[in-house]
Nanobody, 125 residues
Framework: QVQLVESGGGLVQSWGSLRLSCAAS????????MGWFRQAPGKEREIVSA????????YYADFVTGRSTISRVDSKNTVYLQMNSQKAEDTAVYYC??????????????????WGQGTQVTVYS
């Protein structure tokens, strides 16, 4: 079974930084796309960023472009999301997702087959 485990969430001051990690296991992910999504209370789940294992194509949502970086470590099957200049509106549960057929630019959560449990990020002033 595919398993995705997020870590690195927590409490961060406004304008501070966090690095989220997603450790993937259960199969070879060389043909997969890994995505980060977030969901705030009362709002729909939305894409944050995504990266392809095969070609390193990346996607960033407009609200994180320029202040976030997605990366991977192939030997560890791990994807990272570095988030800088955090804002109060970044407070949400952040989820790691994976799919074999989706392209990195696909913004739709339903396109991803596998999901982690999520990690809470809270930004305070």
């Amino acid at each position: 079974q595919v398993q995705l485990v997020e870590s690195g969430g927590g409490l961060v001051q406004s304008w501070g930084s966090l690095r989220l990690s997603c450790a993937a296991s259960g199969r070879t992910f060389s043909s997969y796309v890994m995505g980060w999504f977030r969901q705030a209370p009362g709002k729909e789940r939305e894409i944050v960023s995504a990266i392809s294992w095969s070609c390193s194509a990346t996607y960033y949502a407009d609200f994180v472009t320029g202040r976030s970086t997605i990366s991977r470590v192939d030997s560890k099957n791990t994807v990272y999301l570095q988030m800088n200049s955090q804002k109060a509106e970044d407070t949400a549960v952040y989820y790691c997702a994976a799919d074999q057929t989706v392209v990195a630019s696909n913004r739709t959560p339903s396109a991803y087959a596998y999901w982690g449990q999520g990690t809470q990020v809270t930004v305070y002033s």
